[in-house]
């Protein structure tokens, strides 16, 4: 007795496809809800890890933080000239920085363009690090600091502005947010001035003296000296 072997209809086929169709979206529910779960987990566990800190203990966190660094701090600060109280807190982070790059420890800082803020990359620069100054529309509104790409130290003000002062912050152990403040620090770091091309160009604009204006910026008299002859011996060049 020979077998009959039946033509695919048109409606077995359809059938046919509509199952396969019907396997792939269940396939991609099961997958976007265990893939909830996972971004709520993670949600959560930072939401445990991460505490509201005061200005006292902003200073602290990143103090700490930073005595932690074994390999890389990369930050965006206002880098107000220090007051009151906070002039302790900034002298102890340049001495922790200048312990950090004696070991070899890579430590970078964006700072707002601003004459003002040349103080605080002086020191800074002194202890070690790499300081540029950005016109980046983010310097307004972001100050952060990351260590080791999975400690993130968050700065809020209590005002919107560049000038305004760090009121409180947030630690926040996530290799995730070190990854994307990554990204945003170094897209700006390649196109900026470093703390001696933006030096030289305050020292270019005014026509104070030299004692004057390293008082007047917070930085070493023998420094600005030193720019001031470099940019009387360097040529002039005229039109053609």
């Not at 302790?88 to 982070?93: A, G, L, R, T, Y």
């Not at 996530?174 to 770091?189: Q, V």
């Not at 305050?202 to 004692?211: E, G, H």
Request: with cysteine; proline share 5%; net charge neutral.
């Amino acid at each position: 007795m020979g077998f009959e072997i039946s033509a695919v209809t048109p409606e077995m086929a359809l059938l046919a496809l509509e199952s396969v169709l019907l396997i792939a979206t269940i396939s991609l529910l099961v997958y976007s809800i265990k893939e909830g779960r996972i971004r709520d987990k993670l949600l959560r566990q930072m939401a445990r890890t991460t505490r509201i800190l005061t200005r006292q203990d902003y200073f602290n966190a990143v103090i700490e933080s930073l005595q932690e660094a074994r390999e890389e701090v990369f930050g965006c600060i206002t880098g107000r000239v220090p007051k009151g109280g906070d002039r302790k807190q900034v002298d102890k982070i340049v001495n922790t920085l200048k312990k950090l790059t004696e070991n070899g420890v890579t430590v970078r800082y964006l700072l707002p363009k601003l004459p003002d803020r040349l103080a605080i990359g002086y020191q800074y620069t002194k202890a070690g690090a790499e300081v540029r100054y950005s016109n980046c529309l983010f310097m307004n509104d972001n100050r952060y600091m990351v260590v080791d790409d999975r400690l993130v130290i968050l700065g809020i003000p209590e005002e919107k502005g560049e000038k305004e002062p760090t009121k409180k912050g947030y630690k926040v152990p996530s290799e995730g947010l070190a990854r994307i403040l990554s990204e945003h620090f170094y897209t700006c770091w390649e196109h900026n001035m470093t703390y001696k091309e933006y030096l030289t160009e305050v020292v270019k604009q005014t026509n104070a003296s030299p004692p004057i204006l390293a008082k007047e910026l917070g930085v070493s008299e023998e420094e600005v000296k030193k720019i001031a002859a470099e940019n009387l011996s360097s040529p002039v060049t005229g039109p053609d």
